[in-house]
Structure formats: structure tokens, C-alpha cells
């Protein structure tokens, strides 16, 4: 069985709104709850998940940031009380880093709702002659325009059995105009692109041949064509788009990304809530300036 949750972000982003559809198990249900982070916990949260994904990322949290992740009790060491922390997997407790985010957005997102999500369990055992245990497929609608809630973690949540049977979470995006109908077409290009640029952690990317693989026994393998760039720089992709008439239908990248501020004076990006000025040249960021998202590119050899 399937369950949509919709969650609406109201009150300049404070407080979120579960509702649910009215099916066979139990009727409309709505609850109000608070965000599982504040903007300063989930900045803190999100680097801290980036350095448990693998033993060669590290990331910078200021003196205060890491004492509320002491007093969270994730840091394998008591850090310094004034100097900023650069902190590596090693020093995270990972295990219960997963744990404690998962248990945030558990209060967020079930709690509220854990009574219809019962009954849903409920039902479903009523209707199945099998012992083994329910499982509910709970689909998240998010607006397409609210970042915020597209940046929670939510697939923590999947497989969950702290309820009356066990929960797999997806996303589905709702969007506020109808979305272009994309065009038949016989023909599909898709375009690579590696990046790997010096100075960040390498990743061995083998996107392109792992597609050409999956691709080898689909029905209408002659309609895809592939095509790879190893080194994506800004002028190699310039020239992938537009050197020929035709757009390339799908664009997939491998590489780093990075949300947050670029300073317009050195270029440097900046990923912690709350600074009002670029952390390497201290040049102030304009007003009001929302954060945005970052490709990583491959710089053009000279």
C-alpha cells in the first residue's frame, strides 16, 4: 500500500504541515509540526553526514559549531573551545551521527502522523493471509521551489520498523505550473561529464562506462548514443552544448557539488550559515543573498 504525505513549509519556514489522502485504511489526517533542524543545527548536520560518506572528506566548523557537536555527543574528542574545527570521519562517531539525525526527522515526520500510520498497518494486516510484516511505501510531496525541504535527509527514514510494520520512503515533486510535456523522439544523446579537479578528494569516476554497460541489453540500445567528456571544463561543456544543432536529452555529472555562498571577490565558496562575509577574504556578501548550488568543473589546462 501507498501513502502520500504532502509537506507545506509556511511561516517563513518554521513550522511544516503534514496532511494526508483519505483512502481505504483512515481518513484525511494533518499535523503541525517544527522543522527537525534550525538552519544553524541543519548547516552543522549537513557537513557532518558529507564527511561520514567517505574517509577522505573533511569539513571546517568554528569553535561553536563543534561544541554543539560535543554536546551532541558525536565528536570522538573533545575539541578546542576557541579555535575552528577540521574534522575527518575518524573523529565522528558515524553510527550515531545516522541515529541521532534519523530520530529528528522520526519526531517530525511520525510522530505527528503515528496514529494513521498504525491504522494503515492495521488494515493491511486485516486484508493479507501472510505472517510476515507490512510494509508502506510513503511517498513525501515537496514543492519543486522549496529547497529547504528537499535538503533533510528523509531516506534516513527508510525502513524504519518503529511502527506497526516497516516504512519505505521515495520523494515526488509537485510543482506549481504544469511541467512541458517532453517530445517523441527516436533518438537520445546523453552527455557524460567527469570532473575530478586537483586539489579535492578523487573519485574514480566510471559513470560513463557503467551507463554504456547498463545500456548493453535494453531493447533499443541503437537509440541512445553516448557521449563522455573526462574533463569537464566550462569551455568543454560550452562546446559539448553547442557544437551541434541538437540539445543533448539527458546531462549527467559526476563530481563534487557544494551548496551554499560564492564570493563575488575571490571566488571562494562558503557553506556556513550565518557568516555575513566570505570566510577566506572576508569581503561581505550581498544582502539578503540566497544560497545556490555548485558544480565543481575541471580547470582548462594553460
Given amino acids: 500500500m501507498d501513502l502520500r504525505i ?5 511561516d517563513r519556514q518554521k513550522e511544516l504541515w503534514l496532511e494526508t489522502d483519505s483512502n481505504q485504511a ?6 503541525k509540526v517544527s522543522l527537525p533542524f534550525d538552519k544553524q543545527e541543519f548547516s552543522i548536520i549537513g557537513r557532518a553526514l558529507d564527511i561520514s560518506a567517505g574517509p577522505n572528506l573533511t569539513r571546517e566548523f568554528s569553535a561553536e559549531e563543534a561544541g554543539i557537536l560535543e554536546g551532541w555527543n558525536l565528536l570522538t574528542e573533545s575539541p578546542s573551545r576557541t579555535d575552528p574545527l577540521v574534522l575527518t570521519a575518524d573523529k565522528l562517531h558515524r553510527k550515531q551521527l545516522r541515529d541521532f539525525v534519523r530520530k529528528r526527522l522520526y519526531a517530525a515526520l511520525f510522530a505527528g502522523l503515528a496514529g494513521t500510520l498504525n491504522n494503515h498497518f492495521a488494515f493491511m494486516r486485516g486484508r493479507s493471509q501472510s505472517e510476515e510484516q507490512p510494509v508502506l511505501h510513503i511517498q513525501l510531496e515537496m514543492w519543486s521551489d522549496q529547497v529547504a525541504l528537499f535538503q533533510f535527509p528523509w531516506e534516513l527514514l527508510h525502513g524504519d520498523q518503529s511502527l506497526g510494520g516497516e516504512i519505505y ?6 510543482y506549481r505550473r504544469p511541467v512541458d510535456a517532453l517530445k517523441k523522439s527516436s533518438h537520445f544523446r546523453l552527455l557524460v561529464l567527469h570532473s575530478e579537479p586537483e586539489g579535492l578528494p578523487r573519485l574514480s569516476l566510471q559513470d560513463k562506462a557503467r551507463i554504456e554497460e547498463g545500456l548493453q541489453d535494453a531493447k533499443h540500445r541503437a537509440a541512445f548514443e553516448i557521449e563522455g567528456l573526462d574533463a569537464a571544463s566550462d569551455r568543454a561543456l560550452g562546446d559539448a552544448l553547442s557544437r551541434r544543432p541538437e540539445q543533448p536529452t539527458i546531462v549527467h555529472f559526476a563530481g563534487h557539488g557544494q551548496f551554499g555562498w560564492r564570493c563575488e571577490q575571490c571566488g571562494a565558496l562558503t557553506i556556513r550559515i550565518g557568516l ?4 577566506h577574504c572576508r569581503h561581505p556578501f550581498p544582502a539578503d543573498t540566497p544560497p545556490a548550488g555548485y558544480l565543481a568543473l575541471t580547470r582548462e589546462e594553460t
Fill in 6 to 10: 504532502r509537506l507545506n513549509l509556511q
Fill in 169 to 174: 520512503v521515495s520523494r515526488y515533486i509537485r
Fill in 276 to 279: 555575513k562575509s566570505c570566510a
Fill in 26 to 31: 483512515s481518513g484525511d489526517a494533518a499535523a
